[in-house]
T-cell receptor
Framework: AQKVTQAQTEISVVEKEDVTLDCVYETRDTTYYLFWYKQPPSGELVFLIR??????QNEISGRYSWNFQKSTSSFNFTITASQVVDSAVYFCALSEFNTDKLIFGTGTRLQVFP | NAGVTQTPKFRILKIGQSMTLQCTQDMNHNYMYWYRQDPGMGLKLIYY???????DKGEVPNGYNVSRSTTEDFPLRLELAAPSQTSVYFC????????????FGDGTRLSIL
């Protein structure tokens, strides 16, 4: 069965700190996709990244970086030099190949204080 | 570019009433989805559709119905509203290619009293 676990319910940091959001997943498929979405206080869901199971290269986009490790079934998300605008709930999600159905984790609420 | 549009944004219903949540997308996406988000939880899939005339149940379909008569529209119907259906509802769409990112609407906050 598919499952996504985000054990960190809430994280608080001060601006400019680095912060890592953890995501652990379970799947029996060898081909699958992992996603991160951001939900700011305004409520909409914003797509951040998609990664397939065959691509274990880390990805960096500005202050955001993602570390995918199949050996530990983890897809962690790091924000470098956090800013107040990063305050949001972040969701990790999984879909198995060709199902297109997303299985979401319960989310991590990040609060960045000035 | 509007993307995925949901109406209404907020609604309060009485127990036993019915209503339809509207969702339309202008990206010519084949796949559309309805999710619900309960407080402190992730999103759970209610129904999805891979094209006009085709719908299928997700993880939590009980108490809901959908139809997909056009590519653009995917309404969600609550027939007999119950307090357990108080939630935020999100509609999403994605292109035909497998496992593409889903684009979400802004959500509908529904309270059943």
């Amino acid at each position: 069965a598919q499952k996504v676990t985000q054990a960190q319910t809430e994280i608080s940091v001060v601006e400019k700190e680095d912060v890592t959001l953890d995501c652990v997943y379970e799947t029996r498929d060898t081909t699958y996709y992992l996603f991160w979405y951001k939900q700011p206080p305004s409520g909409e869901l914003v797509f951040l990244i998609r990664r397939n199971s065959f691509d274990e290269q880390n990805e960096i986009s500005g202050r955001y970086s993602w570390n995918f490790q199949k050996s530990t079934s983890s897809f962690n998300f790091t924000i470098t030099a956090s800013q107040v605008v990063d305050s949001a709930v972040y969701f990790c999600a999984l879909s198995e190949f060709n199902t297109d159905k997303l299985i979401f984790g319960t989310g991590t609420r990040l609060q960045v204080f000035p | 570019n509007a993307g995925v549009t949901q109406t209404p944004k907020f609604r309060i219903l009485k127990i036993g009433q019915s209503m339809t949540l509207q969702c339309t997308q202008d990206m010519n996406h084949n796949y559309m989805y309805w999710y619900r988000q309960d407080p402190g939880m992730g999103l759970k899939l209610i129904y999805y559709s891979v094209g006009a005339g085709i719908t299928d149940k997700g993880e939590v379909p009980n108490g809901y119905n959908v139809s997909r008569s056009t590519t653009e529209d995917f309404p969600l119907r609550l027939e007999l509203a119950a307090p357990s259906q108080t939630s935020v509802y999100f509609c999403a769409s994605s292109s035909r290619a497998p496992n593409q990112p889903q684009h979400f609407g802004d959500g509908t906050r529904l309270s059943i009293l």
